[in-house]
């Protein structure tokens, strides 16, 4: 396969829904990609050192595998939606399965076409799966589909950006410059520091007619703990189209200023009876609350939820199957300062959290219309050294949603601890990732009259995942746990 097609499929998954806010997946995917097909050159060790660089004593070729694993999921969960169409498939060869030759397999990464017979591997992954069973008229009228797009489409489209000291350009998928904005105030450089520029910038036909808007997040230099973000849309030549302002002045705040920070944000795929949506994320930057926006093409605000806590990760799925897709966001509840996940209905979404702690109640916007809402159990490690536990990193996949808790807060994200939900949300995997977890409870308890290895019934405790709405019971149920 042509080089140029599978680094244009890579960069695609680089900049997808799949992969925002998750920096270290970005990260290997780049690693690999830079070895596609490699028998010999990349080893467990230079994978380490590019994806721990401060770490390399204490990280084993178990955390590379758990990494390697959480890539394969977010690929599954990328084609099973978003990319369900792409013409080029990526995904990571079983290296533990001998390869088609007998030899032990080798490669870390592979490409081919989408329908292409994959002589190369005994068991494809399972974004594959369906593709090698669509009847070959099918595939046909496939490909028929994919070069008539081709060869329709406008071009030069928005595909990618830079900020270049206060200019924000903005290029094509060839890397060509095909037009720039200026921003007299710059950026601000912690705002933009604490993420890559993906993370504030999204790509999408939003009218339908195959023209790529861009929506920026914009905080200027000056703008630390002062402004909220400014959500700009522009078409595919550099019109400004429209901008949106998140949040609103709410009495609970007690007089801090409102400055909201958008920090993730979504397209809802159109269906027969409505046309593209806008879903926001936003964050109060002092803390709590959140606010989940649904804006029309034009900027207009349609609905809104609010929550007590912090959503930094959402993304949007079919959990149904009925062609409508539902937003999933995963955070940090002030309910009882537990990890988080809740989801919504975009046609249904409307009000705020319900609070066990009135402090922490929103009031005058009518209670929520949550579908699910659950809190995931702090450990005893956690309760100890931090204030809360927090979510992140929600995929969807063929088996159901997958999700993970860090334990320890500072000076990063770690100890996780990962769920996976089926489709019927009941609980069927909870359990420490690697020796991380493990490790920071036994230097912790190590001594002193608290001092204990970690149970069996400490293990335990984490299958109780506490659901406060969308539930027939206190907890939800659990199914059969995967080992």
Known sequence: MERAAVSHQIDKILRSQSLAGKSQLRKLLEVLHANTDSRTTLKPDRVIKELWPDETKTKRSADVATEVNRLRNALDSYYSGEGKDDPVIIWLPNRAAPAPDGAQEKRWIAAKLRGEPDDRAPSPPPHLRRALVIPVAASVLALAVFLSIRLLAVPDQPHSGLLDGTVLKIMNADGKEIWSKSFPD???????YKSQLASFLWFADLEGNGH???LFSYL??????????TLICYSDRGKEKWRWTPGRELPELAGSAP????????VLKPTPQRPPRIVVDSTHDRWWPSQIALLDSNGKSISEYWHSGGLWSMVLADLDGDGKEQIIAAGISEYDHQATLVVLDPDRMSGASTEAQPEFQIHGLGDARE???LLFPRSDLNRALYQFNTAMDPTVGPSGLRLTVAECITPTLGCLIYYEFDKNFRLIAAFAGGDEFRSAH???YQSGKNAHTLSSEEQAAFQKVRCLVGCSSEFVPVGKLVP
């Open 442 to 444: 036994e230097r912790f």
């Open 371 to 373: 579908r699910l809402r």
């Open 186 to 192: 710059g950026f601000s450089a912690d705002w933009y």
């Open 259 to 266: 400055t909201f920070r958008t920090i993730a944000l979504r």
């Open 212 to 214: 790529t808007s861009v």
């Open 220 to 229: 200027p230099a000056d703008s630390q703990q002062t402004r909220s973000s």
